[in-house]
């Protein structure tokens, strides 16, 4: 499998991240202007942060082909109760996709499979024993979606670093954390200290046009990119 994205995770880059909040050739290109380490996209799935429904593989096709012109890293959210069908997975390979994150009770056999590294995400509700399975998966990266949608939003606190630490700790995958609180860029150096291996901008950061999306990448990824000298 590709591995641009699991390797600057695991030399300690610090990679940043971008989920887009829609399928916007805009916003990925801002995304990319501004530094972005990976962008992510979604399938099969209502974005609740955004109020995005996105399609199927077929209906979204486009767009992810369009995307694969930039040349970034890419990672698929593969959805919810519906997912891609094994030949999609391949066909997202072929494009140059590296890696698939699903909620963890939403792993189907036929994705694990595939030749995309899995990117399990853990949910506010996981058990000690969900992480354990999760660690299990081959090359797995964990994504930390544990914030309660009641706290979207709000600032990085230190009950979020001990949860995440804890997290990191008990994880030989490395782990990464969505932006489900507001990050800023001083926030990088306090979530690597807590043993996180990169962050993932979503919506909550980066709003939802080109120009809210650019001003706020940029500067966390030179935060990031500061930590690595």
Do not use: W
């Not at 300690?12 to 916003?27: E, K, N, T, W």
């Not at 099969?44 to 082909?65: D, K, L, M, Q, V």
């Not at 024993?129 to 299990?136: E, F, G, I, K």
């Not at 043993?195 to 979503?202: D, E, F, R, V």
Request: proline share 7%.
């Amino acid at each position: 499998m590709t591995d641009h994205f699991h390797a600057a995770l695991t030399s300690g880059a610090f990679p940043i991240a971008v989920s887009l909040p829609r399928h916007d050739m805009a916003l990925a290109e801002a995304a990319r202007d501004a530094g972005a380490d990976a962008l992510k996209l979604h399938l099969n799935a209502y974005h609740r942060a955004s109020g995005t429904t996105f399609g199927s593989f077929e209906e979204e096709r486009p767009f992810i082909e369009a995307v694969a012109s930039l040349g970034l890293p890419l990672l698929v959210m593969a959805g919810q109760e519906t997912v891609p069908s094994a030949g999609e997975m391949e066909a997202l390979a072929d494009l140059g996709f590296e890696g698939f994150n699903v909620y963890f009770a939403h792993m189907q056999p036929h994705l694990l499979a595939c030749r995309l590294r899995p990117m399990p995400a853990m949910a506010d509700t996981s058990t000690e024993a969900d992480l354990a399975a999760m660690n299990a998966l081959p090359g797995a990266i964990i994504e930390a979606s544990i914030v309660p949608f009641s706290a979207y939003g709000t600032p990085l606190d230190e009950a979020d670093l001990d949860a995440y630490r804890a997290i990191a700790q008990k994880s030989a995958a490395p782990v990464i954390v969505p932006s489900q609180k507001r990050f800023v860029p001083g926030d990088m150096a306090r979530l690597r200290e807590a043993g996180i291996a990169g962050a993932l901008l979503g919506v909550v950061v980066t709003g939802d046009t080109p120009d809210s999306l650019h001003d706020a990448v940029a500067p966390i990824v030179r935060a990031a990119r500061q930590m690595r000298h």
